[in-house]
């Protein structure tokens, strides 16, 4: 049996997109209607057809939806879901696919008391944006994180777990607090740094132009991937995370401080002991699918 029969996906980008692909290749029966802000956005849509339906309003793709999800960045989920409380049925499931989760279940919870919020958190993604990026097999194995708020309906995030698992993730269900943690660390601030190392090497613009480009196959054109992502959901990201971020933050500090410390002092044990175990990181990483171990992250030339 089907999790849901009708999916409104508020914002048309690279994961709502994706979401609407992979519907439409797993559960084809289930009926698809999408919405987005910028009305360039929603032509393009209709012209690429993984929605059964574009609508020019979100109270209209919403209007008879029994689950809807809210794919657009964090810092406008409150005011999204304002947009399309008067439309949204009562039995409607309503989920998001932030990578913030406490500041947006207050957010939803507040603008609409009277529906179940179980919000999630497909750890997916590109460094492209847009519903040309999307596709329908985004979601394979990678992780799909549910923070469903204390005292949840069970049948409801029973549903959501099964939704996603139709899609192909795997699913994990924690508190939103302690998902913030976690995502600091795992994802908010290795951007963080990709966007700080990508920058100063802007502001050096005698060698930007020159050797940092043309001898960019190293490390630092890894971190450029990282540091093309979205803008505006990142800058939300970092605003309605900052307590974890920043706490992530300061313990990154201390640490590149003591690597700086050995450096200085020539102290190679130190160094050799933290390369061996953060190598043993990265290959735990890989035997556990979530990157390619071929040589080169598996790229093609």
Known sequence: MLPFSRVAIIG???IGSSIARAVKATMP???VTGHDGDAGVRDRARDLGFADDVTDT???AVIDADLVILCVPVGAMGAVAQSIAADLPPEAIVSDVGSSKSSVLAALTAALPDNAIIPAHPVAGTENSGP???????????WCIV???EGADETAIARICEFWKRLGADVETMDAKHHDLVLAVTSHLPHLIAYTI???????EEVTQSEVIKFSAGGFRDFTRIAASD???WRDVFLSNKDAVLEMLQRFSEDLTALQRAIRWGDGDA???????????????IEQGQDDSRPDFGREH
């Open 271 to 285: 160094l050799f002991e933290l390369f061996s175990r953060t190598r043993a990181i990265r290959r735990s990483i």
């Open 58 to 60: 979100p109270g209209a």
């Open 29 to 31: 029966t289930v009926r």
């Open 231 to 233: 803008p505006t959901m």
């Open 132 to 142: 040309d990026a999307g596709f329908a097999t985004l979601f394979n194995g990678r």
């Open 198 to 204: 990508v920058g100063t090497a802007s502001d050096m």
């Open 147 to 149: 923070t469903p708020p």
């Open 12 to 14: 048309l980008g690279l």
